[in-house]
């Protein structure tokens, strides 16, 4: 029998001046269920970034972000889904997300990604930052799926008290 | 020196003799956060640079949300004011767990020079 308590699912706009909506909903919505402010704070920010993601690096003509946040059993998990151009870019996401787990701990490795940025001048369009963010300030796990040009990225954060 | 503004995020200014301090508050969301806010650390820099004992102090207590490409941002606001010699200094609340994390692992830029440094407030 299934434990859920938390269902969260959206299908969003993919527009940008959508992620902070999202962000503040699933912040209050996981806070409803959950009385611990930090997760729902990691949470919400795994969800942000994940969307952020899915905006940045999605198919040009996406017109809707999936979305979806549950709890079952020992872990809250944060889904969003989207088209991508391809394998290539199935490959760029599972490429960062050994890297990630390659290292000893997730500071490390957003570490590495901090060290990683370069220092010139000139507005950075794409940090690499977000994902070991997740890990490393979110505490979360992540995992991909894929699905013919779908892409699936969720972000595992591991349930340590009970629901209210 | 003008404060800044876009969307939720204002960036105050305070200047005074012993350098500028910058105060952040309310969430930086944009898409490009490097593009609005070069600009502005560039006249901040510019301020300071050649001002032996002014440095330029970064207060994030009051900061509510940031995204990673505002966490980007920053890190080209380090790299740039060491390449200029200007004493950077980041203050976070220790309270709050989400500015622990993020803050504290920008130490990682920090080097001998000493011309970086992170302080936890509270």
Redesign the interface.
Known sequence: MSTCTLRIELRVAAQ?SR??SV?TAVGLCVGLVYADE?MC??IS?AA??LM?NAI?YGRADENRVTLAVTDEDDEVVVEVTNHVDGEAAHARVAARLAWIASFATP?DA??AA??A?P???G???S?G??LA?IA??GGCRLSMATRGDELTLRAHHPLLVAAR | MESFSDG?LRIDVEDSEGGVRLEWRG?S?A??P??LL?PFFARVIAALVGHEGRALSVAFERLE?F???T???L??LI??CR?KRVKLLFTYDGRL??QQ??FE??R??AKPDGLFEVRSIG
């Open positions: 940008w992620i902070e962000r930090n704070r990691s920010m942000a970034e952020e940045k500071n957003y570490q901090i060290l940025m220092s010139e001048d507005p950075v369009t940090s930052l977000g963010r490393h300030e | 939720d969430k969301t898409r490009t490097a593009l070069q949300h995204n990673s490409s966490i980007s941002a890190i080209q790299h740039q390449a767990k989400w994390l993020s692992a920008l990682v830029l």
